[in-house]
């Protein structure tokens, strides 16, 4: 499965590495790439807007992430290409942590890990190529994934309300919208084609 899609590989592994280092190794790792506003507004400590998704809160975190990713990615890669697919994943991660950017800039001490935002572009990509496509949940309970894709958003939304940093365990729930809206933008800018696709499938 992997052999036409290199880099949906190399984001499970280097995720997998990375966060599992960080978690089981060296914990003080995740303090160093999470994001983290203030850090990177005073200090200038931009690359936090990328590494801060290579670091997870728990192990549970790691897992929803990557098995998303490894249901969505060899997909959406061999759809649109290697290079595109590359483009989605970092931009709809750019976009998530510039929407939380903007929302926690005077936040003191707020801090976020995860891949979630870049999951959750490749999650609203994906729906635009295939709406109606079965996703499973606890691999019993089929839905379409367009559905999947609002719910996924929709709990994000929910979560950034009532969220407590300390009792969210560090998951930048703001990022799923800006991860979202990031998917959706750098699709149709890499594979503009995908917008009639999408409309010819819901009958538009």
Known sequence: MFYDTPFTLFLLLINILVSGYALYQ????????????????????WYRMI???????GLGHLAFNMITLYYFGPYL????????????????????????????K???????????????????SFCLFQPFAS????FAIGIPAWLFAF????????????????????????????GAIGGLV?????HPSALKSFLSQIGM
């Open 77 to 104: 890669e061999a759809q649109i290409g290697s290079l595109a697919f590359l483009v989605v994943y970092f931009g709809a991660e750019l976009a998530a942590h510039g929407l939380t950017l903007l929302l926690h």
């Open 186 to 190: 750098f699709t149709l800018l890499m």
């Open 106 to 124: 005077d936040t003191p001490g707020y801090s976020a890990v995860g891949a979630s935002g870049a999951i959750s572009g490749l999650v609203f």
């Open 135 to 138: 996703i499973y949940l606890f």
């Open 51 to 57: 590494t801060g998704g290579f670091v997870h809160g």
């Open 151 to 178: 719910s996924f958003v929709g709990f994000s939304v929910w979560a950034m309300r009532k969220r407590e940093s300390a009792a969210m365990g560090g998951i930048a729930h703001e990022a799923h919208l800006g």
């Open 26 to 45: 060296d914990k003080s790792l995740i303090g160093k790439l999470s994001f983290k506003p203030r850090e990177i507004l005073q200090n200038k400590e």
